[in-house]
């Protein structure tokens, strides 16, 4: 035992960056999977215990007009299952209303795109906290600010809000910053503002329009699709969006779950990558022990004890490795959870969090403890003859390469030999070739599904057609007027190339278990065009239909079936055109050009096409301030920018990062192989330069082969994120539940053929002609001596 720790101290006295190479690369892999368990469980217990505590309803149906309380009372009490329910009072003003005073300059909320209700705290359920998960009390001339509005606008504690509107002026400080846990992300569409009981009281009636936000809660949180259909057909107020709890917890973390998935994707491929990197770490130790390794075999020394010469060696750099990177990892989780700690609380690392992170670090050193006894294992195939005599190394291939020379007319020298090694020999570059192709797949899936976030075509996963101008006339009392004041303005209007109107009405169908459920109809001309469909097509014929993918799970139907409404005492058969995907209205949504003119419009909505010469943004705002309030008037990318800025903004972030990571280890990568591979090449260089070759045409060959198998993982990797990496994004969406299934992810040629390419190429030769500069140090007469 104690010749055993006196050989692994002095080799690690005499191979220090070796083994302090391979130390690095363990520590990674463990630091890198701890990071990854920490990133998931965190986002999901901190979501879980928000909602603890602020409790979010499992149903909740927003609604603009007058209400009758005992009416809703009245069914809420007969209806089995619940176990709570609160009608709040929210009192709706526009982003101009709000102008913000800070320290250093004084700003207007006017471009904000989300509807903005002031509310009072509730006593017990659906509750505004702090970041420390405590319920907020505002007192009188106080405010509280969603952290949504302070990521957008920057605001600090103790700035002013001034309220301005139907020439009443109020004026508040802040005070805190709330979580909100049903409307913290922009995907929600709405936020609010918490005011003091007095100031509510006050401004109620006097300013803004008010909103009522009826919610249920249940024993069971998945009743909540059911009670809305009930509710639906008791004809109790609905002028306005209904949510149910999944769709609330979904929304609120698809910021958060959209980083642990590209994260957790990335850790994969980085692993893999560090293992390979700890294979020929330990090769390369072997490599120059190998005449020792011979020796211990001739003086009779058994395989298993020569293993474990080494063995004991990389199983203490394992556990050092794995402690470090498990230290490491948890000492900087704050920086991965930073967004998740803002937008749902500070609090402290769940148990969970550390024995998950605990067990997985556990995993990798068992992991990396059998990887190495199988790559040691090669060591059992070394025979006395090879390492003392003929010196032949680990690599016993004894084929050889046609040189071809005599057919190197046009072809230079130095590349016919180079592509002509890298084409025989693939096998001995192909470790290279991997990393290559896996740091071109962990790099470029991450950025288009940044791209498609980004771009407008995103909005028809949306459940809307992509135009410049989206109107939205919002449910209330005043629908149909407002209706007619957004056609007055579009008709008139010559700035207008087309526009397309779409009419929502509620039908009866029945889902896979046979019982009535409610079906909310886009009905137009151009209702299911340009949408993106997993199956089927738009509807052309007026007995046609396209449902969205979430009804087509709950009613159980394709495209091709045929489908039973039931409206105004009639029914009428439809023939299910497509499914198409949508995350609005909860996912539950459905096309027809059919108009149902028996039925009551539920909701109005315009997209807009303008031509050419017309500003977008500023026609929207001209439209907005000539109809006024009660329609939401928004261009298209505007909108998208807004909707989904905060997840946009989290993964440029996390992809600049890989970007990094992706460049330092090809780079690394690089580096090693080609210290490996110069300690094998040693004689053949001698023999080239012995026959006339300098020192600048070898560095020329050894490029031309880095050069060679970096473009052929390059590409293999390009064919590769455009074969798998949709797959990939794919599986997790339809995992979610979120009503997206398919995505086709959207490729920047720039990026992807061109700047990611050359970056890398640039990078693995740059390493290259780094390390070949040690070749001038070798001695053609002691390396043929040897």
């Known amino acids: 035992m104690e010749m055993n720790w006196l050989i692994v101290k002095n080799d690690f006295k005499r191979n220090k960056v070796i083994n302090l190479a391979l130390l690095l690369f363990m520590m990674f892999s463990a630091g890198l999977a701890v990071s990854s368990v920490i990133m998931g469980v965190q986002t999901f217990t901190s979501i879980s215990e928000l909602y603890e505590k602020a ?147 006050m401004l109620k009636g006097q300013v803004g329009e008010k909103e009522y936000l009826i919610e249920a809660y249940f024993t069971n949180s998945k009743e909540a699709s059911d009670f809305q259909t009930a509710y639906e057909n008791a004809g109790l107020p609905q002028n306005g969006q209904a949510v149910t709890y999944a769709m609330i917890f979904l929304l609120s973390a698809i910021t958060d779950i959209t980083t642990v998935f590209v994260l957790l994707l990335v850790s994969i491929l980085l692993i893999i990558v560090s293992f390979i990197c700890v294979k020929f770490t330990i090769m390369a130790a072997l490599e120059e022990e190998f005449t020792e390794i011979g020796t211990m075999k001739a003086i009779g020394l058994p395989f298993a004890d020569i293993r474990d010469i ?106 016919l030999m180079a592509i002509r090694e890298v084409f025989y020999k693939f096998k001995n570059w192909i470790i290279v070739f991997a990393v290559v192709l896996i740091a071109v797949l962990m790099i470029m899936v991450p950025v288009n599904l940044m791209n498609t976030f980004e771009v407008p075509e995103f909005i028809t996963y949306m459940g809307s057609s992509l135009e410049d101008i989206l109107i939205e006339v919002e449910n209330g009392e005043n629908l149909e007027t407002n209706y007619g004041r957004v056609i007055q303005v579009l008709e008139s209007d010559a700035g207008i190339e087309s526009y397309y109107e779409y009419r929502r009405v509620r039908v009866q169908t029945t889902d896979a278990e046979d019982e009535l459920k409610n079906l909310h109809i886009d ?99 001209e439209w907005s301030e000539i109809i006024g309030p009660g329609v939401t008037v928004d261009p298209m990318e505007a909108f998208i920018n807004q909707t989904l800025g905060g997840v ?30 110069l300690a094998k090449d040693l004689s053949e260089i001698a023999v080239l330069k012995a026959i006339g070759f300098s020192e600048l045409d070898i560095k020329k060959q050894y490029l031309i082969k880095i050069g060679c198998i970096s473009i052929a993982g390059i590409l293999a990797g390009i064919i590769l994120t455009d074969v798998l990496g949709e797959k990939i994004v794919n599986l997790v969406l339809s995992i979610s539940g979120l009503g997206v299934k398919k995505v086709e992810l959207i490729v920047d040629p720039l990026v992807q053929y061109i700047l990611v390419p050359l970056l890398l190429l640039t990078l693995m030769l740059l390493a290259t002609w780094i390390v070949l500069r040690t070749i001038k140090r070798y001695n053609i007469i002691s390396i043929i001596n040897e």
């Open 310 to 415: 080494y063995l004991n060696k990389y199983r203490i750099l394992a556990m050092v490795g794995v402690i470090i990177g498990y230290i490491l990892a948890l000492s900087t989780s704050s920086i991965f959870t930073n967004h998740i700690r803002t937008t749902f609380g500070n609090i402290r690392m769940s148990p969970a969090v550390v024995i998950l992170s605990l067990v997985v670090g556990c995993f990798v050193f068992l992991l990396i403890n059998y990887y190495c006894k199988k790559v040691l294992k090669k060591i059992k195939k070394v025979t006395v003859v090879d390492a003392l005599v003929r010196g032949k190394g680990f690599d016993k291939d004894n084929g050889h390469i046609k040189d071809g020379l005599y057919k190197s007319k046009k072809l230079p020298v130095n590349w």
């Open 55 to 201: 409790q979010p309803p499992h149903f909740l149906q927003m609604h603009k007009g007058e209400i009758n309380q005992e009416k809703i009372d009245a069914f809420m009490s007969d209806y089995e299952g619940i176990t709570y329910w609160q009608t709040i009072t929210m009192i709706n003003v526009h982003g101009e209303s709000l102008t913000v005073v800070g320290n250093k300059d004084t700003y207007n909320l006017f471009d904000c795109r989300l509807g903005i209700g002031l509310v009072k705290q509730n006593e017990t359920k659906d509750l505004l906290l702090n970041s420390k998960h405590e319920k907020v009390i505002i007192d009188e001339g106080e405010i509280g600010i969603p952290v949504l509005l302070k990521e957008m606008y920057g605001m600090e504690i103790g700035d002013h809000v001034i309220l301005t509107h139907n020439d009443v002026q109020k004026k508040f400080v802040i005070k805190e910053f709330i979580l909100d846990s049903q409307m913290n992300s922009p995907m929600v569409s709405s936020t609010r503002i918490l005011l003091s009981h007095e100031d509510f009281d």
């Open 648 to 677: 946009v903004k989290q993964l440029k972030t996390i992809v600049s990062l890989i970007v990094i990571i992706g460049a330092c280890l090809v780079m690394l990568i690089t580096v090693l192989f080609l210290k490996l591979r």
């Open 523 to 621: 009905s137009g001309d151009n209702s299911g065009n340009q949408l993106k469909y997993i199956s089927g097509k738009a509807p052309d014929e007026e007995n046609e239909i396209a449902i969205s993918y979430l009804n087509a799970n709950e009613i159980g139907k394709d495209a091709g079936d045929t489908i039973v409404l039931f409206y105004d005492d009639k029914e009428k058969e439809f023939v299910i055109s497509g499914i198409y995907q949508d995350v609005t209205s909860g996912g539950y949504t459905a096309k027809s050009k059919y108009d149902f003119s028996e039925l009551t419009s539920e909701k109005y909505s315009f997209s807009v096409n303008l031509k050419d010469n017309i500003e977008v943004e500023k026609k929207a705002d």
